[in-house]
C-alpha cells in the first residue's frame, strides 16, 4: 500500500529464539521502492544445517538453500529472456495444464506492476523470486480507489497447496487510500518463504484456510494481518509503519465469528518493531497488538520480541465499545523485550498471560495448523512445537 519494498530495522544482527541467526546489510535498491529517501534492503539469510527438521533430505535442505538447484516449469522475465513477460500470463498457461501437480514458476528479477491471480483449481503452484529485494509485485488498487477490501488485493491466491518464496507482494496505494490489501489468500495448506508483504491498512488478508509464513517481512498500519484463516508467522518481522495523524496501528484484527472453529492468528518466535518512518516519532502513535473484529476473535503470540513500540496496554477495544471483550481469545505466552510486559495489559475476560506450555501448544505449527502432516512436502524448514 505504499512505496516501500523491504525495509528491516537498524540493526546489523539479532538472533531469533531457536538459533536461529540472521544477517542485515543495508544497501541501495535497484528500484524505487523506499520508506521516504532511506532504503534499507534485506541481503541475506544465513542458514545452518541444524535448522532443518531431521527428517529432511539433503536434497530438500539444498532446494530450500539456492534457488538454482530448483527446476523451474516456467519461467517469467521482463527483459523477455523468459516464456512470459508477467506472472498472469505465466499462472493462466499453468492453469491449463492437465495434471495438478507441483508446478514451478521462476519469477526473475524485475519489478512487476501488476494484479495476479491464482485461482480456484489452479493447485500446487509454486512462485519463485530472485529474492524479497528483487522480484517485487506491486499494484495500488484500493477502496478510496473504488475496489473493494477484496479485490483490492495485488494477489490474490485461492489454488491449494500454493508456496511463494524470495518475492515481495506490495500495494503502493499509500496511507490516504484506506483499506489496500498486497496479499490476499485463501488457500488450503499455503506456504510463504523468505516472502514481504508491504502496505499500509489491510496489508495482509489471510482469508481462510491453513497458512503457513516463515522468515517473512510484513508491514502496515491499521489491521494490517487480517481475516479468519488458521495462520501462523513463525520467525518472522512484523513492522509497524507511521500512521496518518489520529490514526494508531494495529497489528490484527482477527475474524472468527464462530468458537467451534480452530482459526486464528499465532506469533511464534518473530520480531515485533517499528519500521523506519515510524522509528523518530514512535512515542507519538499507540501501535497495539491488535483488536476483535468480530465476536470470537483470536491471537496468540509466543516468544516473540517486542519493542517499546508496544502499547502497555496490549491489545485495543473495537472503537469506544466493548464489544467481543468477553468472547475474544488474546494470550501472551513467554515474550520479551521492553513491550512485552504484561502488568499493564488490558484486564479483559477474553485476554490471558499464559503459562502453561499446554495451553500455548495448541497455537504452534502441530496445535494450529497439524503442520507437520503436510509442511514436509513443501520443502520449508518450520519449527512444529514451542
Not at 511464534?268 to 491488535?290: E, M, W
Request: charged share 15%; hydrophobic share 35%; glycine share 8%.
Amino acid at each position: 500500500m505504499y512505496d516501500c519494498v523491504v525495509g528491516v530495522c537498524s540493526l546489523t544482527l539479532f538472533t531469533f529464539l531457536g538459533c536461529e541467526v540472521y544477517k542485515y546489510v543495508r544497501a541501495t535498491s535497484p528500484f524505487e521502492l523506499a520508506f521516504g529517501n532511506e532504503i534499507q534492503t534485506y541481503l541475506t539469510l544465513e542458514t545452518k544445517e541444524g535448522l532443518f527438521p531431521s527428517w529432511f533430505s539433503r536434497h530438500e535442505k539444498k532446494l530450500l538453500q539456492s534457488n538454482s538447484s530448483i527446476k523451474f516449469n516456467l519461467v517469467v522475465a521482463k527483459d523477455g529472456s523468459g516464456h512470459f513477460k508477467t506472472v498472469q500470463a505465466a499462472l493462466d498457461a499453468a492453469a491449463k495444464r492437465k495434471y495438478k501437480t507441483r508446478f514451478v514458476i521462476h519469477v526473475k528479477k524485475g519489478v512487476y506492476r501488476e494484479n495476479i491471480e491464482v485461482a480456484v483449481h489452479n493447485d500446487n503452484i509454486m512462485l519463485v523470486g530472485d529474492g524479497m529485494q528483487n522480484t517485487i509485485i506491486t499494484s495500488s488498487r484500493s477502496v478510496q480507489g473504488g475496489f473493494t477490501t477484496y479485490s483490492s488485493a495485488t494477489a490474490g491466491i485461492d489454488g491449494l497447496h500454493f508456496i511463494a518464496r524470495d518475492i515481495t507482494f506490495q500495494n503502493t496505494a499509500g496511507p490516504h487510500k484506506g483499506q489496500a490489501v498486497a496479499l490476499r489468500s485463501a488457500s488450503d495448506l499455503s506456504v510463504f518463504y523468505r516472502c514481504a508483504i508491504s502496505g499500509y491498512q489491510d496489508t495482509l488478508m489471510t482469508h481462510a484456510q491453513r497458512q503457513f509464513y516463515r522468515q517473512c517481512y510484513i508491514y502496515g498500519t491499521v489491521d494490517f494481518i487480517f481475516g479468519n484463516a488458521a495462520v501462523v508467522f513463525q520467525n518472522c518481522n512484523i513492522f509497524a509503519r507511521k500512521p496518518l495523524d489520529g490514526q494508531a496501528n494495529m497489528i490484527t484484527a482477527q475474524g472468527r465469528g464462530d468458537p467451534f472453529q480452530n482459526t486464528g492468528i499465532s506469533f511464534h518466535n518473530c520480531q515485533i518493531r517499528a519500521a523506519s518512518d515510524l522509528k523518530p516519532v514512535v512515542d507519538k502513535y499507540n501501535t497495539f497488538l491488535g483488536r476483535p473484529w468480530q465476536q470470537y476473535s483470536r491471537v496468540m503470540v509466543m516468544k516473540t520480541f517486542m519493542d517499546t513500540l508496544v502499547s502497555p496496554l496490549g491489545w485495543s477495544p473495537w472503537g469506544d465499545t466493548d464489544f467481543a471483550q468477553d468472547t475474544l481469545y488474546y494470550g501472551e505466552y513467554e515474550n520479551y523485550g521492553p513491550g512485552s510486559s504484561t502488568k499493564e495489559r488490558v484486564k479483559w475476560p477474553g485476554y490471558h498471560v499464559i503459562t502453561n506450555p499446554n495451553e500455548a501448544s495448541k497455537f504452534t505449527v502441530t496445535g494450529l495448523l497439524a503442520g507437520p502432516t503436510w509442511l514436509a512436502t513443501a520443502t520449508v524448514p518450520f519449527t512444529s512445537g514451542l
